[in-house]
């Protein structure tokens, strides 16, 4: 069917394009104007046309995910649901994920952190959320079968196969790598870890596990840069390990996660445990320009009560003592480890209010959106659903002022936020929530509005209450069909999960079903992801491919 979304104003960076006009649609796929009539016409006038929103880091399925609903049923359970069901829709739950993105306008969605070994149950989660494409990043970095081989110091070609392989069964999107080497040194009594520190049993240092990953996804071709949660999240001082990492990277292409937890300079640099943090975000942006090797994703803080899940058991164990309510859960697992605290952002709290302003600060100080995407780091940070107050934040310095006229005088004395005039326009909002983050993640075919993308099409009414604009589309399309029309879904689709084309080595693959099975007495079969686990005739995964 041929359709056209006629009259809106259409805003694509991508294209240099704000301005009214259509855009057609056919097969599933934006095309070029045809020259006939079109079969359906969708009004857009008084709407602003983007493409569907693209989630580089959420974390929305896996075991940490699913412990936080075991251990707080009172944050996700909804008594209120319809049906009988409360916890179909409750928070946190697949429908609840889907529909709430997709009422936002986000088409796409990744989970950033799939241990191998939780890859099945990590890609049937997935395989659960409706409306949205979705895919997972393969985490490495502290797993025994690695950090053997750089122990005895194998090679580099043996690393990329093992990563290759790891992607491979795994069905990965891309790979990361969680404060490399840290659950083996937390297991040995580290509390803290920097870069060239040595791991206990493995004589390696963060730089060098961190340094073979780079090098391993470069050589696979993996479309997204190695994905890196550094070391020392959320410590004054903190900036000076992202500055370490940014220059171990040494030029190569590298995605620092969640960069506002590392911000935080010390207040008393020769005494960094006294005098608490102030923002360097100045410092942040000012490197991320300096280095096009380099992107990042916010971490945005958002008031309130949430749960953080993190593999990094360094920084969990370390956050148990702030627990709020007084309950949480740490696994020193085999590999990654990790824990789950939950957590409340104090309203109108000191801390917290300065690492609100530390985030948007970022933003606002990025020379280049497209290399700056929002994320809360969902829940850790904030739920996801706040992007559109943080939009809001963004492009009107007046409801800045006015938020932050309510906040304790620290935001002011440790941040540079109050004296910024900066307000995003559209186009830019498009390049931290579209253009940019499908870049990013290699998919060509999304975050843009030219002809061959696909048709995921957010509409929203121009409102300048943009925390309402944002929050229910006037339309959204997926694949070209309608799933939410004024704010509520219209048709509940199942997405695909976007996974990388890798060959494995044969060789390799012997040798790891060797480990496993001497390890857990099971071999590589157990831990694969197959076609038959999602369905009888389910298409469930859809191939992305290697750079060449």
Known sequence: MLSVI????????TA????????????????DPPGREPDAVIDAAGCVVMAGGVEVHSHIAGGNVITSRLLLPDLYVSETAPDGHPFAHAGGAAAWIGSTYARMGYTTAVEPAMPPTHALGTQLELADIPLLDRGAL??????????????????GNAVRDLVALSVAQSRGLGVKCINAGGASAFKDGALRLSLDDEIPCYGLSTRQIMGSLLDAVEEIGVPHPLHVHCNNLGLPGADDSFMATLDAADGRRIHFAHAQFYAYGAVDPANPGTGGFRSAAERIAQAIADNPNATLDIGQVVFGQTVTVSLDILRQFAGRKGAKP????????DAEGGGVVPFLYRPRGPTSSLQWAIGLEIMLLSTDPERTILTTDHPNGGPFTQYPR???LLMDKSERDREIATLPSVVGERSSLPGLEREYTLSEIAQLTRSGPAKLLGLADR???????RADVAV??????RTAMFTAAKLVLKDGVPIVEDGEVVEWRAGRTLSLTV??????AKRADTYLTERFGEGLDSFAVPDAAFGEGRENFEAVPCRV
Do not use: C, F
Not at 16 to 31: F, L, M, Q
Not at 460 to 465: E, H, L, M, P, Q
């Open 6 to 13: 006629r009259g809106g104003r259409v805003v694509d960076p």
């Open 16 to 31: 240099s394009r704000d301005s009214v006009g259509d855009v057609w649609i056919e097969d599933g796929r934006v095309i």
């Open 138 to 155: 393969t985490v490495m970095g502290n797993d025994d079968q690695l950090l053997q081989l750089l122990r005895e110091r194998q090679g």
């Open 326 to 333: 007084k309950k949480w859960v740490l696994n020193a697992g």
């Open 390 to 392: 943080i939009i809001h």
């Open 447 to 453: 975050g843009h509005l030219r002809a061959g993308a």
């Open 460 to 465: 929203y009414r121009d409102d300048t209450d």
């Open 503 to 508: 060959e494995s080595d044969k060789a390799m």
